[in-house]
């Protein structure tokens, strides 16, 4: 199984990017697909989700209307658009694949790992 993400990158306060999740090695329908961001010195955290099964999403407080999660079934591939970036969201961003939707935001639950994106934002 791999994940491999793609998409970050350096930009300023305000401004967009497009993340990708691309899963190669399980059924991708069975899956729910998370995006999880770590910055220096802090923990990892949650961002968002989306069940692959029946597109249902979440998002942490801290992104929500923000970022939106997507997928594309056809191409096994995870997106994440986020929008108004902010220094805050300065982070290396990992996808993450659960067997079940209620497993996301859980690090116990995810099956497995992508090597992670670095997402940096100037102010």
């Known amino acids: 199984v791999q994940l491999v993400e793609s998409g970050g990158g350096l930009v300023q306060t305000g401004e967009s990017l497009r993340l990708s999740c691309a899963a190669s090695?399980?059924?991708?329908?069975?899956?729910?697909i998370s995006w999880f961001r770590q910055a220096p010195g802090k923990e990892r955290e949650p961002v968002s989700c989306?069940?692959?099964?029946?597109?249902?999403?979440h998002y942490s407080d801290s992104v929500k209307g923000r970022f939106t999660i997507s997928s594309d079934n056809a191409k096994n591939t995870v997106y994440l658009q986020m929008n108004s970036l902010k220094p805050d969201d300065t982070a290396v961003y990992y996808c993450a694949a659960a067997i079940s939707i209620l497993l996301c935001g859980t690090e116990n639950g995810v099956s497995y790992w992508g090597q992670g994106t670095q997402v940096t934002v100037s102010s």
């Open positions: 989306i069940s692959n099964n029946d597109g249902t999403t």
């Open positions: 090695g399980l059924t991708f329908d069975d899956y729910a």
